[in-house]
């Protein structure tokens, strides 16, 4: 009786810990796209499209776009672990390996994400009139927040047992206390209040950074269930320490992935042959930084043999340096044109 024991073999082990590694990345990454374009929106207020389009419209995108990625692969994880036999793109109920509340957090994540990432592209593509923004603009953002205000009402009901001592839980609040933020957002788009729009934007991805950093920590103390699927957290030991270096090193890799974007699209999307040349540098930087968080996925510790040691240093250094000259770049990007 109780619930359904699963037996972690391996190939159960490796799905849970790569399907962990990048709905947390992908969470990640989403919110710190969604924090970069709440930023830009409070400091660029009436600049020419183009630039606001490249700093503000393409990360917003970006960000719903990855979140619904990630939203999705939590999903899958919810509706195949455990499951024997071919795995399913969709299905009405999670596995038995799975809760209800996996099921249909993951779901709700994943429609709330795409309903912004409607929103996002409605926005990007500059959709004008009153039926064009209350179908596309305010009724994605209505719909998104509320759907990720009742995923995460799942989200804490799941860990409720434990309570604070959960890290999962506080996920889960975490989580709702900034959906609330994106829930209220579409009065003030009616209004008009662009500036309280992004105000609140902004605090409300801050939050989801902080939510989905939290999931990046419990990926990294092998809790593969991250804060829906707990019977994983349980079942897979926990390392005695979590690696920092290893730690501070995922998270600067996310940062740098954020900021190539922003500097990718602000280079093709402002029309110069000087700005065709840094898009052309960001697209091989990017190119190298989705490699290392590749990489990432399965490498946990520093290669203790000479040279493989010395290459891993080597392009960590790297990453370093590409991520101080996305960052002066992108702060010029910001500066009145």
Known sequence: EGAPVL?????????????????AVFFFVGSL???????ASLILPGTNRGRYVALVFVPFFAGSALYTIGSYAGYYKAINLGRSGPRLWWTVYPSEAASLE????????????????????????GLRGLDAEAGLVWGPATLGGLAFIVGCVFEIRHNDSEGAKSMGWWVGVV???????FFVQPVFMVLGWEATVAGLSLIGSLGFVLGSGLQVLMFKRS????SLIKTLNVIVPKRPKVNVRQLCFLVLYCVAFTLGTVDLTFGLLTVSAHSYREATSA???LWIVCMQLLMASAVHNTP?????NWLFWASRLWAVLY????????ALYLQPS
């Open 175 to 181: 989580y709702f206390a900034s959906s609330l933020f």
């Open 33 to 39: 796209q969604f924090a970069w374009g709440s930023i």
């Open 223 to 226: 809790q593969y269930g991250l």
């Open 102 to 125: 996996a099921y249909w957090g993951y779901l709700l994540f994943t429609i709330g994400s795409f309903a912004y990432t409607i929103m996002a592209l409605a926005s990007l593509v």
């Open 323 to 330: 991520t101080a000259r996305t960052t002066v770049s992108v």
């Open 304 to 308: 203790p043999i000479a040279p493989y």
């Open 7 to 23: 037996v972690l073999t391996r190939q159960r082990y490796r799905f849970s810990r790569t399907l962990a590694y990048w709905v």
């Open 283 to 285: 697209v091989l930087g």
